[in-house]
């Protein structure tokens, strides 16, 4: 229901994303996560997949930081065409072979229908970035596949529009989906993005989904991830994506937002000691 008390497209029918079509929280397992329900979840990876060492230097850290899900881009949607697009199949390769060596599940962002019967070998969560995030056909096509799936929040997409995302996935055969707030554009200029820390409390009211945060892309900010953390956490979300890179200053994609391993130690503590995080 909307705050004036009127109907709109979202509540004027029985949602299969909604509590009314499932009261229970959706838990989503993978290998050895499991995401939603009473514990949180940690993502954390580069932006992008830029080589072997580089994956496998962030990978292994994570591992040993007790991290579970590691995040890399192999197929990259950058606003300038001269940007550096990813290592396409060969970033998914290295993805797998670190993965298995090291132990970790992986999601990477897919773009196109055509990219999931590529990808779906080599990694385990498919991600839908927000530029994607109502590429209807992508999402009726990944709905068809089965395969989890993290939907994120389009650039200025209402939370409307991202709840009737989400159903095109389950309406077309996929209920492993999950949701991630990564900011919404505003008119300030001080962080990348608006965290949306309200969207947290009325997605978990309004779906069954696992809700989560990046606070990297939502913010933009190394100097504010930790307390946009415990606030995601404190108001409900399900887990936190961030992003960690070995160099961030040579990073070929978000050089300026990326942590490093110390970085993130700090992070990562900070969030524990909270108490707010229960892994
Ligand atoms: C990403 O996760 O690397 C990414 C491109 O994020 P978003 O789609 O939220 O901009
Ligand atoms: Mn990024």
């Not at 029918?13 to 993978?30: A, G, Y």
């Not at 190394?222 to 992003?243: H, P, Q, R, S």
Request: proline share 4%; charged share 25%.
């Amino acid at each position: 229901m909307s705050p004036e008390g009127k109907k709109d497209a979202a509540t004027e029918r029985k949602l299969l994303v909604s509590r009314q079509s499932k009261n229970e929280d959706t838990v989503i397992h993978v290998k050895q996560a499991a995401i939603g329900g009473s514990s949180h979840v940690l993502i954390a990876g580069p932006c992008s997949i830029e080589s072997r060492d580089q994956l496998l230097t962030v990978a292994k850290a994570m591992k040993q930081e007790g991290v579970t899900v590691l995040r890399g881009g192999a197929f990259k949607p950058r606003t300038s065409p001269y940007d550096f697009q990813g290592l396409g199949l060969e970033g998914l390769k290295i993805m797998k072979e670190i993965a298995d060596e090291v132990g970790m599940v992986t999601i990477s962002e897919i773009m196109s229908p055509e990219q999931i019967d590529m990808a779906a070998p080599y990694i385990d969560i498919f991600q839908i970035g927000a530029r994607n995030m109502q590429n209807f056909e992508l999402l009726k096509a990944v709905g068809r596949s089965k395969k989890p799936v993290l939907l994120k929040r389009g650039l200025s997409a209402t939370l409307e529009e991202f709840i009737l995302a989400a159903e095109y996935l389950i309406y077309n055969g996929n209920d492993q989906v999950m949701l991630i707030e990564r900011g919404i554009r505003t008119f300030e200029k001080w962080t990348r993005n608006t965290l949306d820390i309200s969207a947290i409390p009325i997605l978990k009211q309004e779906t069954h989904l696992p809700v989560l945060v990046d606070v990297t892309h939502s913010t933009g900010r190394k100097d504010i991830l930790l307390a946009c953390a415990k606030a995601a956490l404190a108001a409900g979300a399900d887990g936190i994506m961030v992003e960690v890179h070995p160099n961030p200053q040579d990073a070929l994609s978000d050089a300026k937002q990326q942590i490093n391993v110390d970085e993130f130690h700090a992070f990562w503590k900070g969030l524990r000691d909270s108490g707010l995080y229960h892994g």
